[in-house]
T-cell receptor, first 117, second 113 residues
Framework: GAVVSQHPSRVICKSGTSVKIECRSL??????MFWYRQFPKQSLMLMAT?????????EQGVEKDKFLINHASLTLSTLTVTSAHPEDSSFYIC?????????????FGDGTRLSIL | TQLLEQSPQFLSIQEGENLTVYCNSS?????LQWYRQEPGEGPVLLVT?????EVKKLKRLTFQFGDARKDSSLHITAAQPGDTGLYLC?????????????FGQGTTLQVKP
Protein backbone atom coordinates (compact mmCIF):
# COMPACT_ATOMS: atom_id res chain seq x y z
CA GLY A 1 0.00 0.00 0.00
CA ALA A 2 0.93 3.63 -0.39
CA VAL A 3 3.35 4.90 2.23
CA VAL A 4 3.19 8.54 1.16
CA SER A 5 -0.16 10.21 0.68
CA GLN A 6 -0.50 13.40 -1.30
CA HIS A 7 -3.64 15.51 -1.29
CA PRO A 8 -5.38 16.75 -3.32
CA SER A 9 -4.68 14.70 -6.43
CA ARG A 10 -6.06 17.38 -8.70
CA VAL A 11 -6.79 21.07 -8.34
CA ILE A 12 -8.35 23.45 -10.85
CA CYS A 13 -8.60 27.07 -9.76
CA LYS A 14 -8.60 30.62 -10.95
CA SER A 15 -5.53 32.77 -11.39
CA GLY A 16 -4.57 34.57 -8.19
CA THR A 17 -5.70 31.78 -5.88
CA SER A 18 -3.34 30.25 -3.34
CA VAL A 19 -3.28 26.47 -3.31
CA LYS A 20 -2.07 24.20 -0.53
CA ILE A 21 -0.83 20.67 -1.20
CA GLU A 22 -0.29 18.18 1.63
CA CYS A 23 2.22 15.37 1.79
CA ARG A 24 1.89 12.80 4.56
CA SER A 25 4.06 9.84 5.44
CA LEU A 26 1.59 7.17 6.51
CA UNK A 27 3.52 4.63 8.54
CA UNK A 28 6.88 6.17 9.19
CA UNK A 29 8.35 9.40 10.44
CA UNK A 30 10.02 11.49 7.78
CA UNK A 31 12.57 14.02 8.95
CA UNK A 32 13.14 15.02 5.35
CA MET A 33 10.63 15.49 2.58
CA PHE A 34 11.20 16.72 -0.96
CA TRP A 35 9.02 18.65 -3.36
CA TYR A 36 9.35 18.18 -7.11
CA ARG A 37 7.75 19.73 -10.14
CA GLN A 38 7.20 17.83 -13.37
CA PHE A 39 6.11 19.08 -16.78
CA PRO A 40 4.49 16.71 -19.31
CA LYS A 41 6.84 14.02 -20.61
CA GLN A 42 9.71 15.53 -18.64
CA SER A 43 11.66 14.47 -15.59
CA LEU A 44 11.26 15.55 -12.00
CA MET A 45 12.83 18.84 -11.02
CA LEU A 46 13.66 19.24 -7.35
CA MET A 47 12.13 22.42 -5.97
CA ALA A 48 13.04 22.24 -2.31
CA THR A 49 14.06 20.03 0.57
CA UNK A 50 11.81 20.21 3.60
CA UNK A 51 13.25 19.43 7.02
CA UNK A 52 11.02 19.00 10.05
CA UNK A 53 11.26 21.93 12.41
CA UNK A 54 13.48 24.08 10.21
CA UNK A 55 13.31 26.22 7.11
CA UNK A 56 13.15 24.54 3.75
CA UNK A 57 16.16 24.59 1.44
CA UNK A 58 15.19 25.83 -2.00
CA GLU A 59 16.91 24.96 -5.25
CA GLN A 60 18.34 27.71 -7.39
CA GLY A 61 15.68 29.56 -9.35
CA VAL A 62 12.78 28.50 -7.11
CA GLU A 63 11.07 31.44 -5.44
CA LYS A 64 10.64 30.72 -1.75
CA ASP A 65 7.98 33.41 -1.36
CA LYS A 66 6.03 31.87 -4.21
CA PHE A 67 6.27 28.28 -3.04
CA LEU A 68 5.86 28.22 0.73
CA ILE A 69 6.87 25.01 2.44
CA ASN A 70 5.99 24.05 5.99
CA HIS A 71 7.14 20.84 7.65
CA ALA A 72 5.41 21.13 10.98
CA SER A 73 5.53 17.50 12.02
CA LEU A 74 7.41 14.32 11.24
CA THR A 75 4.57 13.09 9.07
CA LEU A 76 3.36 16.19 7.27
CA SER A 77 4.82 18.71 4.87
CA THR A 78 2.78 21.26 2.96
CA LEU A 79 3.51 23.21 -0.21
CA THR A 80 1.51 26.38 -0.78
CA VAL A 81 1.58 27.94 -4.23
CA THR A 82 0.77 31.56 -3.51
CA SER A 83 -1.14 33.73 -5.98
CA ALA A 84 -0.95 31.00 -8.59
CA HIS A 85 -0.85 31.90 -12.27
CA PRO A 86 -1.25 29.74 -15.40
CA GLU A 87 2.52 29.25 -15.66
CA ASP A 88 2.39 27.52 -12.26
CA SER A 89 0.25 24.77 -13.76
CA SER A 90 2.19 21.54 -13.41
CA PHE A 91 2.38 18.17 -11.72
CA TYR A 92 3.75 18.52 -8.19
CA ILE A 93 5.16 15.45 -6.46
CA CYS A 94 6.43 15.02 -2.93
CA UNK A 95 8.63 12.33 -1.49
CA UNK A 96 9.58 11.36 2.02
CA UNK A 97 12.83 9.80 3.17
CA UNK A 98 12.71 7.12 5.79
CA UNK A 99 15.81 8.26 7.63
CA UNK A 100 18.47 10.95 7.93
CA UNK A 101 20.97 9.29 5.63
CA UNK A 102 20.70 10.34 2.00
CA UNK A 103 20.92 6.78 0.72
CA UNK A 104 17.87 5.64 2.65
CA UNK A 105 14.75 4.92 0.62
CA UNK A 106 12.57 7.73 -0.64
CA UNK A 107 8.91 7.05 -1.17
CA PHE A 108 6.95 9.18 -3.59
CA GLY A 109 3.39 10.40 -3.43
CA ASP A 110 1.08 10.06 -6.41
CA GLY A 111 1.36 13.74 -7.27
CA THR A 112 -0.99 16.70 -7.53
CA ARG A 113 -2.09 17.97 -10.91
CA LEU A 114 -2.45 21.75 -10.59
CA SER A 115 -4.29 23.62 -13.32
CA ILE A 116 -4.59 27.40 -13.11
CA LEU A 117 -7.16 28.99 -15.38
CA THR B 1 26.12 20.83 -10.50
CA GLN B 2 25.90 17.09 -10.97
CA LEU B 3 23.93 16.14 -14.05
CA LEU B 4 22.59 12.85 -15.30
CA GLU B 5 22.24 12.48 -19.05
CA GLN B 6 19.65 9.88 -19.94
CA SER B 7 19.22 8.43 -23.43
CA PRO B 8 17.26 7.88 -25.48
CA GLN B 9 14.53 10.26 -24.38
CA PHE B 10 11.86 8.54 -26.45
CA LEU B 11 11.66 4.95 -27.58
CA SER B 12 8.88 3.18 -29.46
CA ILE B 13 9.32 -0.54 -30.12
CA GLN B 14 7.33 -3.65 -30.91
CA GLU B 15 6.44 -6.25 -28.34
CA GLY B 16 9.20 -8.83 -27.98
CA GLU B 17 12.09 -6.52 -28.84
CA ASN B 18 14.97 -5.78 -26.51
CA LEU B 19 16.06 -2.30 -25.46
CA THR B 20 18.66 -0.51 -23.39
CA VAL B 21 18.40 2.84 -21.65
CA TYR B 22 21.56 4.67 -20.62
CA CYS B 23 22.26 7.06 -17.79
CA ASN B 24 25.59 8.89 -17.88
CA SER B 25 27.34 11.51 -15.80
CA SER B 26 30.76 13.06 -15.43
CA UNK B 27 30.29 12.87 -11.66
CA UNK B 28 30.54 9.96 -9.28
CA UNK B 29 27.40 8.96 -7.41
CA UNK B 30 27.34 7.02 -4.16
CA UNK B 31 24.32 5.14 -5.46
CA LEU B 32 21.93 5.25 -8.34
CA GLN B 33 18.28 4.36 -8.60
CA TRP B 34 15.92 3.50 -11.42
CA TYR B 35 12.24 4.41 -11.29
CA ARG B 36 9.22 3.75 -13.48
CA GLN B 37 6.41 6.26 -13.63
CA GLU B 38 2.97 5.93 -15.17
CA PRO B 39 0.90 8.98 -16.21
CA GLY B 40 -0.74 10.74 -13.28
CA GLU B 41 1.21 8.79 -10.68
CA GLY B 42 4.40 9.19 -8.72
CA PRO B 43 7.60 7.31 -9.59
CA VAL B 44 7.96 3.77 -8.29
CA LEU B 45 11.40 2.54 -7.32
CA LEU B 46 12.63 -0.42 -9.36
CA VAL B 47 16.16 -0.88 -8.04
CA THR B 48 19.07 0.75 -6.24
CA UNK B 49 22.64 0.02 -7.28
CA UNK B 50 25.45 0.90 -4.93
CA UNK B 51 28.64 -0.92 -5.87
CA UNK B 52 30.66 -0.15 -9.01
CA UNK B 53 30.17 -2.94 -11.54
CA GLU B 54 27.07 -4.21 -9.79
CA VAL B 55 24.44 -6.01 -11.85
CA LYS B 56 20.91 -6.55 -10.61
CA LYS B 57 18.10 -8.41 -12.30
CA LEU B 58 14.38 -7.92 -11.84
CA LYS B 59 12.58 -10.46 -14.03
CA ARG B 60 13.19 -9.21 -17.60
CA LEU B 61 14.95 -6.05 -16.42
CA THR B 62 18.73 -5.96 -15.95
CA PHE B 63 20.38 -3.00 -14.25
CA GLN B 64 24.10 -2.30 -14.29
CA PHE B 65 26.17 0.26 -12.42
CA GLY B 66 29.40 1.33 -14.09
CA ASP B 67 32.71 0.44 -12.53
CA ALA B 68 33.46 4.11 -11.84
CA ARG B 69 29.92 4.72 -10.53
CA LYS B 70 29.36 7.44 -13.12
CA ASP B 71 26.95 5.60 -15.38
CA SER B 72 24.24 2.99 -15.39
CA SER B 73 22.09 1.09 -17.84
CA LEU B 74 18.71 -0.57 -17.87
CA HIS B 75 18.17 -3.43 -20.30
CA ILE B 76 14.73 -4.88 -20.94
CA THR B 77 14.46 -8.26 -22.63
CA ALA B 78 11.41 -9.18 -24.70
CA ALA B 79 9.54 -5.98 -23.92
CA GLN B 80 5.82 -6.18 -23.30
CA PRO B 81 3.08 -3.53 -23.58
CA GLY B 82 2.93 -3.47 -19.79
CA ASP B 83 6.48 -2.09 -19.76
CA THR B 84 5.23 1.15 -21.31
CA GLY B 85 6.00 4.14 -19.13
CA LEU B 86 8.52 6.78 -18.17
CA TYR B 87 11.80 5.38 -16.88
CA LEU B 88 13.92 7.63 -14.71
CA CYS B 89 17.41 7.22 -13.36
CA UNK B 90 18.37 9.17 -10.26
CA UNK B 91 21.63 9.52 -8.39
CA UNK B 92 22.37 10.67 -4.89
CA UNK B 93 24.41 13.87 -4.69
CA UNK B 94 25.78 15.60 -1.65
CA UNK B 95 26.80 14.56 1.83
CA UNK B 96 25.37 11.74 3.88
CA UNK B 97 22.77 13.82 5.68
CA UNK B 98 22.07 16.56 3.16
CA UNK B 99 22.12 14.54 -0.02
CA UNK B 100 19.37 14.68 -2.57
CA UNK B 101 18.25 12.76 -5.61
CA UNK B 102 19.22 14.16 -8.99
CA PHE B 103 17.03 12.84 -11.79
CA GLY B 104 17.91 12.21 -15.40
CA GLN B 105 15.68 13.59 -18.14
CA GLY B 106 13.74 10.35 -18.37
CA THR B 107 13.04 7.86 -21.16
CA THR B 108 9.49 7.53 -22.43
CA LEU B 109 9.04 3.94 -23.57
CA GLN B 110 6.15 2.79 -25.71
CA VAL B 111 5.81 -0.93 -26.41
CA LYS B 112 3.33 -1.69 -29.18
CA PRO B 113 1.45 -5.01 -29.18
Amino acid sequence: GAVVSQHPSRVICKSGTSVKIECRSLDFQATTMFWYRQFPKQSLMLMATSNEGSKATYEQGVEKDKFLINHASLTLSTLTVTSAHPEDSSFYICSARTGPESNQPQHFGDGTRLSIL
Amino acid sequence: TQLLEQSPQFLSIQEGENLTVYCNSSSVFSSLQWYRQEPGEGPVLLVTVVTGGEVKKLKRLTFQFGDARKDSSLHITAAQPGDTGLYLCAGFAGSSNTGKLIFGQGTTLQVKP
